[in-house]
């Protein structure tokens, strides 16, 4: 509540994004720099292969933004940002975020950052007396869903790849950190995201690049997997909300409910840059795949009074028109440093 008066009555208040150079990360930075003009933002990034300051352009002339190049994994970094600054508030979007990275290249880097990261930044914000710690999960702690049904904030944890178990470890870590501590910590857990200046290794954006390019469209195992897509920027609006008022020590789920499946995410993209389905290949599936997510918000939409702005039509064509209109963007990010990254990800398959 200190929070939302602060925000509510524009007085300024200093905020550590972490991973703010990353997908989700920049738009929230965006997001908050435009709807409140006195904020102070500080973000710490390591700027892995996922982490482009390009995202960030515009915003990093604002004199209110800073960056810091670091590690949250390292507590040598982590001392020297909280030693440089007194935060009201800390959001931790820093991860690794890729489940085929998780199972391919193996899960210790995940631990690291997405577990030991994590802990390193709650002990820091119960130190120096951060008012507020939010901490950016995923619908994917809970594990698969039949045919039937949607995960809420009492579904039992039962992530199924490395990649979901360390993000499970470290919502762990937070609930202990609130429970034996006092840390006032919320924990959000959101649907797949997608929209601008996504890595283009995930689903959409993956295969809004290819078929632009009239590449194959790699749709893994039968295409039939369910995920509930949610367009970035209402995301950004929920964290916003859960920053400002949501209860300390709870979690809060966020989805737009769009369940879709994957092989009708891929025609919707073809059909809407008007190229042909010839270019779908369906490849080997991914080890342990999970079925289907669908998530159950109504606490964050009946509580915060949180609800998407976005279609799920409306959202695709904008995020189509925005990797039309930033094609350099996307070269860029699609060569050099990442071009090996490219051909070791999906050899095989
Ligand atoms: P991303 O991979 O685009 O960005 C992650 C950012 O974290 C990058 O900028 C990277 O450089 C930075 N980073 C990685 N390791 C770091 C470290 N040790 N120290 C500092 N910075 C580090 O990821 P994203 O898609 O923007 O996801 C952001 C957060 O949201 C993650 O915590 C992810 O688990 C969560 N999430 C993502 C989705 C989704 O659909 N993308 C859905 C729900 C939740
Ligand atoms: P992804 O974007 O990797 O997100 P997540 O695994 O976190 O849900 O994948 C979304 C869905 O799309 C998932 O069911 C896997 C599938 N997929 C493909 O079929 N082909 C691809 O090339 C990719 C990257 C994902």
Same mark, same amino acid.
């Given at each position: 509540m200190v929070l939302q008066n602060q925000l509510d009555r524009g007085v300024a208040m200093k905020i550590l994004v972490t991973g703010g150079a990353g997908f989700i990360g920049s738009n929230f930075i965006r997001y908050m720099m435009e709807a409140y003009p006195d904020i102070e933002i500080v973000n710490m990034d390591i700027l892995t292969y996922a982490g482009n300051l390009e995202n960030l352009a515009g915003i990093d002339e604002n004199p209110s933004y800073a !960056? !810091?190049?670091? #590690? /949250?994994?390292?507590?040598?970094?982590?001392?020297? /940002? +909280?030693s440089s600054h007194s935060f009201d508030a800390v959001v931790n979007f820093a991860a690794e975020s890729h489940v085929d990275r998780s199972l391919h290249f193996g899960p210790q880097v995940f631990i690291k950052t997405n577990i030991l990261g994590t802990q390193l930044l709650l002990d820091a914000a119960r130190e120096s007396g951060v008012a507020r710690f939010v901490q950016i999960s995923t619908d994917e702690v809970y594990g698969s869903l039949g045919p039937e049904g949607s995960f809420s904030e009492t579904t039992?944890?039962?992530p199924n790849n490395p990649y979901a178990a360390t993000k499970a470890g470290a919502d762990f870590m937070v609930r202990a950190a609130a429970h034996s501590h006092g840390v006032d910590a919320v924990v959000t857990r959101c649907s797949n995201n997608f929209g601008p200046y996504q890595f283009p290794e995930k689903l959409i954006p993956l295969m809004i690049a290819n078929a632009m390019e009239d590449k194959e469209l790699p749709v893994y195992g039968d295409g039939m997997h369910v995920r509930d897509w949610i367009h970035v920027r209402d995301h950004c609006k929920a964290v916003d909300a859960v920053l400002r008022s949501g209860r300390p020590g709870d979690v809060y789920n966020i989805g737009s409910m769009y369940d879709v499946p994957n092989l009708e995410v891929v025609r919707t993209i073809l059909k809407h840059l008007n190229k042909p389905e010839s270019l779908i290949r369906f490849v080997k599936d991914r080890p342990g795949h999970d079925r289907r997510y669908a998530m159950d918000a109504t606490k964050i939409r009946d509580e915060l009074?949180?609800?998407? #702005?976005?279609? +799920?039509?409306d959202a695709i064509q904008k995020t189509i028109d925005w990797y039309l209109g930033n094609r350099s963007w996307l070269e860029r990010v699609r060569s050099g440093k990442y071009a090996s990254y490219y051909e070791s990800m999906y050899m095989g398959r």
């Open positions: !960056f !810091f190049r670091g #590690d /949250i994994s390292s507590s040598e970094d982590v001392g020297k /940002i +909280f039992p944890l039962a009074g949180w609800t998407p #702005d976005n279609t +799920f039509d």
